[in-house]
C-alpha cells in the first residue's frame, strides 16, 4: 500500500527589500549640511582673523613717527667769572676764585719768579692776605734749562724732607708732562716746560678736612693753567 506523499511545505520569511530606505537617506544629508555649517563657520573665522590682523597692520602703519632727538647736556664753566692772573715773566696764565688773593712773592728776579694764590682769610686784610689763609697755590718758575729729570729733581725734594713717603704720578698741565707728588696734606707739581715749574698746593686747616676739603677746587684752578707759548 502506497504511503501519503507529505506535501507539506516549509514557512520561509518573507524576502526584505535590500535598497536603503527613505529616513537613511535624510541622515546622510544631515551629515553632510553639518560639515558644511563646520567648514563654513571656519572658513568665516579664518577670514575674520585676517581682516582683523590686517586692520591692526595698518593702523600700526599710519601712526606718526615720532624723532626723539637728544638734547645737549649744558656745560656750565664755574670758573667764567674768577679772576685771571697773567705773568709776562713767568709765561703762564691761571684763574683763581674771586674771593681768592694772590701776589708775588718777595725775592723774585730773572733767575726765579714765584707767585702766591691764597684762600679766603678769617683774619687779615687784602694787603696782608696772607694771614688767616686756609689754603693757597704756589707757582715758581726758573726759566733755566733743569739740570736733572723730573723724577731726579723728585727724589731731591723727598730726600730734602720736602715729602714724607708721597705718592707719585705721572699728569700733563695744558699739554706738558707733569710728576706729581701727592701727600694727605699737600701736593706738588712738577713740570718741565721752557724751564721749570714747581706748583704747591696746600691747606694749613688740617683738623677740618685739611687738603682734601680744597682738592676740588685746586683741580679747577690747575685746569686753567695756560703756558703763554
Request: proline fraction near 7%.
Amino acid at each position: 500500500m502506497e504511503q501519503p506523499i507529505n506535501l507539506n511545505v516549509p514557512n520561509f520569511p518573507p524576502a526584505t527589500n535590500s535598497e536603503p530606505v527613505a529616513p537613511k537617506k535624510k541622515s546622510g544629508l544631515k551629515i553632510i549640511a553639518i560639515l558644511l555649517s563646520v567648514l563654513l563657520l571656519m572658513a568665516g573665522g579664518v577670514y575674520a582673523g585676517m581682516q582683523t590682523e590686517k586692520k591692526k597692520v595698518k593702523v600700526w602703519t599710519e601712526s606718526p613717527f615720532t624723532e626723539i632727538t637728544p638734547q645737549p647736556t649744558e656745560i656750565i664753566d664755574e670758573t667764567t667769572n674768577w679772576k685771571t692772573y697773567t705773568s709776562s715773566e713767568m709765561k703762564f696764565s691761571i684763574k683763581y676764585p674771586s674771593e681768592w688773593f694772590s701776589h708775588s712773592a718777595s725775592g723774585s728776579n730773572e733767575r726765579f719768579w714765584e707767585t702766591k694764590f691764597s684762600s679766603p682769610v678769617d683774619n687779615g686784610s687784602p694787603q696782608s692776605p696772607v694771614t688767616g689763609e686756609k689754603a693757597g697755590i704756589t707757582v715758581s718758575y726758573t726759566p733755566q734749562t733743569p739740570i736733572t729729570t723730573l723724577d731726579q729733581y723728585a727724589q731731591q725734594i723727598i730726600d730734602g724732607g720736602g715729602f714724607s713717603n708721597p705718592k707719585t704720578s705721572h699728569i700733563t698741565v695744558d699739554g706738558a708732562k707733569a710728576l706729581v707728588l701727592d701727600s694727605d696734606y699737600s701736593q706738588m707739581i712738577l713740570v718741565d716746560k721752557n724751564g721749570r715749574y714747581t706748583i704747591h698746593l696746600y691747606a694749613t686747616n688740617e683738623g677740618e678736612g685739611g687738603f682734601l676739603q680744597y682738592k676740588s677746587i685746586f683741580t679747577q684752578i690747575l685746569s686753567t693753567f695756560k703756558f703763554l707759548d
